[in-house]
């Protein structure tokens, strides 16, 4: 079972920024796709940014540009570097982990199911 826990959210003005980082623990070495996903009040989730074990990287098209992903060297933190930040960047961000790799049909996505999920980390932003 992977564990995640998610830090780094906080209020910020449009314009600024925020890095999240996700704690890791449990990933398997041989195959993995983990990412961001975030949940506005009233709306669905979605997909934000996901990096697989074959260095496959995926933004959905809303923050192509602004966000990078990354991780620490012994893939033991996942990190997301927020730029340009808008209010519709408001949301519950979460990290979590499949055992697959990263879906090639949905930007910002991983296939198959979650094998991992944190609790979440809020970001608001203020106009």
């Known amino acids: 079972q992977v564990q995640l826990v998610e830090s780094g959210g906080g209020s910020v003005q449009a314009g600024g920024s925020l890095r999240l980082s996700c704690a890791v623990s449990?990933?398997?070495?041989?195959?993995?796709?983990i990412g961001w996903s975030r949940q506005a009040p009233g709306k669905e989730r979605e997909g934000v940014a996901v990096i697989d074990s074959n260095g496959r990287i995926s933004y959905a098209d809303s923050v192509k540009g602004r966000f990078t992903i990354s991780q620490s060297n012994a893939k033991d933190t996942l990190y997301l570097q927020m730029n340009s930040l808008t209010p519709e960047d408001t949301a519950m961000y979460s990290c979590?982990?499949?055992?697959?790799?990263?879906?090639?049909?949905?930007?910002?996505?991983?296939?198959?199911?979650?094998?991992?999920w944190g609790q979440g980390t809020q970001v608001t932003v203020s106009s």
């Open positions: 979590k982990a499949t055992a697959r790799t990263v879906d090639l049909g949905r930007r910002g996505y991983c296939s198959g199911p979650a094998s991992g």
């Open positions: 449990g990933l398997s070495d041989s195959r993995y796709c």
